[in-house]
Nanobody, 124 residues
Framework: QVQLVESGGGLVQAGGSLRLSCLAS????????MGWFRQAPGKEREFVAY??????YYADSVKGRFTISRDNAKNTVYLQMNSLKPEDTAVYFC???????????????????WGQGTQVTVSS
């Protein structure tokens, strides 16, 4: 069992930065690949970023602006968000799935655990 808790959301002006954190419980954190998703009001939850074995993947909409990283010693995965835009406004969720999972990383059904989300609001 893995529990995930996000933090770091807030209100920021367009062009600003935020760093989200996702703290995982349990001793097996290193055996999980981690993803970030987001959900805007009235929209479906969408893929943002993914980390697995040192490899990273990003949605086209955030590529070059967002960076996913993790610190296994702290059981934490981060999402550094720069050059934020109003369209980045959403609730951001972290998610975990076992490292050997080969199903598509963008599909929310392919993750085993989810956090409760943290709100990010970007004003214009």
């Amino acid at each position: 069992q893995v529990q995930l808790v996000e933090s770091g959301g807030g209100l920021v002006q367009a062009g600003g930065s935020l760093r989200l954190s996702c703290l995982a419980s349990g001793r097996t954190f290193s055996t999980y690949a981690m993803g970030w998703f987001r959900q805007a009001p009235g929209k479906e939850r969408e893929f943002v970023a993914y980390w697995s074995g040192g490899a990273t993947y990003y949605a086209d909409s955030v590529k070059g602006r967002f960076t996913i990283s993790r610190d296994n010693a702290k059981n934490t995965v981060y999402l550094q968000m720069n050059s934020l835009k109003p369209e980045d406004t959403a609730v951001y969720f972290c998610a975990a799935r076992r490292l050997m999972t080969i199903a598509p990383i963008t599909d929310i059904t392919n993750y085993d655990y989810w956090g409760q989300g943290t709100q990010v609001t970007v004003s214009s």
